[in-house]
């Protein structure tokens, strides 16, 4: 258990020690614990040589490829780090590279979205699935992004840092060949889509013009910090092919949101709103879904109840899963959620009005 002395009430709570403060205290004196977060973001950043905070400066060039809105000075980077103002152009990937990779991940895979998606499920069979059950003998092409607009202190996938600064790009040709015959859904993660969205989108089209008549679901697992005109792109692309848009809401109260993230959770909530405006376009699949990861000490009963009521309110179809906390990168001194805090969250997000919930990563639980 990491019990540890918050630094601002002085108390022993369960908290981490990479931010040294606790909950109540992140939400209800923000302005004295924000130079422990800001801190804990910044040393986690240095270690991979990343932009310590978010590039503002008036005299920089403005990168409007996702919703961070970097003003990037010269010879300086973006905060996700792929693109660079050199001599007064930003430099770095274009829409037929990316610095990515990916892998044929057979169906049915453990997705996000497994329980309500046409590969796990069939649903929207035969318009959209295979076969009238899950989709064996079918692939995913899972295409991880290695580069992310968020600093997440518990990433379960953090490796990625490592090639921040790796020029070597992945090109559109090479991704079009990995698209086998038994490949019936594409889904982006990472790191994030977001901050290559336009190598995503122009490899999508793409895609399906190769697969024209065939089955290939467009799919996104996501933290929802798109560009407002790209995410029309990214909506259209899921309609149009049977794919789902999977949002990451880490958190709804601000001040928790920044203390996990660095990030600002505004953007990500409009961007919900926005997908979900088109859901009854295609109510045979699933067009959004959400997912929530139970952070000991942070994101609890509480603050699913608070995400719960957020999408009830919206629509009470949209799928929500609760996830599991596995402790990692600057959060590994955190336990594992306990069954009964976790089934508490579950049973909170029913009762704020969602009809379709579930968990996942059971075996996490302790």
């Not at 649903?123 to 580069?147: K, M, Q, T």
Request: with cysteine; hydrophobic share 35%.
């Amino acid at each position: 258990m990491a019990l540890n002395i918050c630094k601002v009430c002085k108390e022993k709570k369960l908290l981490t020690s990479a931010l040294s403060v606790c909950k109540d205290c992140i939400k209800e004196n923000f302005n004295l614990t924000k130079p422990f977060l800001d801190e804990a973001h910044k040393e986690s950043r240095k270690a991979f040589f990343l932009p310590e905070g978010e590039p503002l400066k008036k005299e920089g060039i403005p990168c409007r490829i996702c919703a961070k809105g970097c003003k990037i000075p010269e010879g300086e980077y973006g905060y996700c780090g792929l693109r660079k103002n050199l001599k007064g152009k930003l430099i770095g990937p274009k829409n037929i590279e990316a610095r990515a990779s990916w892998y044929l991940d057979p169906l049915p895979t453990n997705c996000v979205a497994d329980w309500i998606c046409p590969g796990g499920t069939s649903c929207g069979y035969p318009e959209y699935a295979y076969r009238p059950g899950p989709e064996y003998g079918y692939y995913n092409l899972a295409v991880f992004f290695e580069a992310c607009n968020l600093n997440c202190l518990y990433c379960q996938n953090w490796h990625f840092k490592y090639e921040t600064f790796n020029t070597r790009y992945r090109r559109l040709e090479d991704f079009l060949k990995a698209i086998t015959p038994q490949v019936s859904c594409i889904c982006y993660f990472g790191g994030d889509p977001s901050p290559q969205a336009p190598f995503a989108i122009k490899a999508s089209f793409e895609a399906l013009k190769i697969k024209k008549g065939r089955i290939l679901r467009i799919c996104w697992e996501t933290n929802g910090h798109f560009n407002e005109k790209i995410l029309s792109k990214i909506i259209e692309l899921s309609l149009i092919s049977g794919g789902i848009i999977k949002f990451d809401l880490k958190a709804i109260t601000p001040e928790i949101y920044y203390a996990l993230t660095g990030g600002e959770v505004a953007p990500v909530l409009e961007n919900f709103k926005k997908v979900a405006e088109f859901i009854k376009e295609r109510p045979e699949v699933p067009l959004l879904t959400a997912s929530t990861l139970l952070v000991p000490g942070y994101v609890e009963d509480e603050e699913v109840e608070k995400i719960a009521q957020f999408i009830a309110k919206i629509n009470p179809e949209i799928p929500y899963r609760l996830l599991a906390f596995s402790p990692q990168f600057y959060m590994k001194d955190m336990p594992l959620i306990s069954k009964e805090k976790a089934f508490l969250a579950l049973e909170k997000a029913k009762r704020a009005g969602l009809k379709r919930v579930s968990l996942g990563n059971e075996h996490l639980l302790r």
